[in-house]
C-alpha cells in the first residue's frame, strides 16, 4: 500500500480562538467540525487540506466530544470523565492546533458547576460548549431512550443557560443548546419549543441530536426551526447519516457539521488489525504495509528529527 508522506504539520497560536469561530459563522454559510480527542488527531485534522479550484478545503473547528475523550482512555462514555480531567486534554490540543473548538461538556451538571465551567472553558480559549437536555446519569444519545435516559425540564434548563451566559466574561464565548427530544422520543414539536425557549433563555446555536439513519426529522427540524430564527447557529452531528452530504445539510440551513467520532473509529480497525497480524506471522512484515513508514512517523511532529 502507498502511504501519502507526512503532511507539514503547521503549529500556530490563536490567542482569540473564540472570536474566530463567531468570525467564521459571519463569513461561511456553514462548517465543517471534526472531532479531536488527542494532540495526534488535532494534527491530523489541522493539516487534513484539499486543493481545490475554488481553494483550499479544510476542517474549520475541532469538536472534542464525550464520547471519543471517554473511548480514547478506555472509558465509558457516562460523564466518569469530568470537565476539569478533560481540560488537560485540551490544554494539549491547543499546544499543537490553532483551530477553533467545540466542546461537548454533556448536560452542563448542575446549573452552579456550569457556571464555573464555563468560566474555566473561556479562559482555556474554548469557543463554544455544547450541553444536553438531559438529567441524571448520563448515556451515550445514539443508545437512545432504550438506555434510560432522562430529558431536563425546558424550565430548568433554559435556567441553565441563563446562569452560564451571565457567567462569561466576554461576549464572544458560545454556549450550545443540545436538543435530545428526537432521540428520547419526545417529537417534532417539543423539539421545535424547546428550541425557541433555549434561545429566548440566550443561547447562542441549537444542536438537534437525532439517531435515526433517515435524515428526515433533522431537516424538517432545521427547516421549521429556520422559519422562525434565521440566524441562530444551527448545528448536527450527522453519525448515522452517513450517506447525507455536507452540502445538503447546509443547503437546509445547518450551519455546523460536526463528525464526532470517525477518527477514532478510523484508527481503532487499523490497529487491532496490526496486533492480530503481528501476533500471527510472528513477525511484522505483514503488518508494514498498514502501518505508516518508520521514516514518515519521525517527520510527523516538527522538532522530532
Ligand atoms: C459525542 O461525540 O460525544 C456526542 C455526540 O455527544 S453522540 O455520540 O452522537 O451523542
Ligand atoms: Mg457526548
Not at 458547576?113 to 472553558?121: D, G, I, P, S, T
Request: charged share 25%; hydrophobic share 45%.
Amino acid at each position: 500500500m502507498a502511504h501519502p508522506a507526512p503532511p507539514e504539520t503547521v503549529v500556530r497560536r490563536t490567542p482569540r480562538r473564540h472570536a474566530s469561530l463567531r468570525e467564521l459563522l459571519a463569513t461561511r454559510s456553514c462548517l465543517r467540525v471534526i472531532e479531536a480527542h488527542s494532540p495526534i488527531c488535532a494534527i491530523i485534522a489541522e493539516s487534513a487540506r484539499i486543493e481545490q479550484h475554488a481553494g483550499c478545503l479544510e476542517y474549520d473547528a475541532l469538536w472534542s466530544g464525550s464520547l471519543t475523550d471517554a473511548t480514547a482512555r478506555g472509558k465509558p462514555d457516562t460523564g466518569v470523565l469530568d470537565i476539569r480531567h478533560r481540560l488537560s486534554n485540551i490544554d494539549e490540543i491547543f499546544e499543537v492546533s490553532s483551530k477553533p473548538l467545540l466542546v461537548d461538556a454533556d448536560s452542563g451538571g448542575y446549573a452552579q458547576h456550569f457556571e464555573l465551567n464555563v468560566r474555566a472553558l473561556e479562559r482555556r480559549g474554548v469557543a463554544a460548549v455544547i450541553i444536553e437536555d438531559k438529567v441524571g446519569f448520563k448515556k451515550n444519545s445514539l443508545l437512545g431512550a432504550a438506555a434510560g435516559q432522562v430529558q431536563e425540564s425546558p424550565a430548568a434548563f433554559s435556567d441553565k443557560i441563563r446562569r452560564g451566559k451571565a457567567a462569561q466574561a466576554g461576549g464572544d464565548f458560545m454556549i450550545i443548546a443540545r436538543i435530545e427530544s428526537l432521540v428520547l422520543g419526545a417529537g417534532m414539536v417539543d423539539a421545535l419549543q424547546r428550541a425557541l425557549a433555549y434561545v429566548e433563555a440566550g443561547a447562542d446555536g441549537i444542536m438537534i441530536h437525532s439517531n435515526r439513519t433517515d435524515p428526515a426529522e433533522l431537516l424538517e427540524f432545521a427547516r421549521r426551526f429556520r422559519a422562525c430564527h434565521a440566524g441562530v447557529a444551527l448545528v448536527c452531528v450527522p453519525t448515522r447519516l452517513a450517506e447525507v452530504s455536507f452540502a445538503e445539510f447546509a443547503r437546509h440551513g445547518f450551519q455546523v457539521v460536526i463528525y464526532a467520532n470517525h477518527l477514532l473509529r478510523a484508527a481503532y480497525p487499523a490497529m487491532r488489525e496490526v496486533a492480530l497480524a503481528i501476533l500471527r506471522q510472528g513477525r511484522t512484515l505483514e503488518a508494514e504495509a498498514r502501518c505508516m513508514p518508520v521514516e514518515d512517523i519521525l517527520r510527523l511532529v516538527p522538532g522530532t528529527c
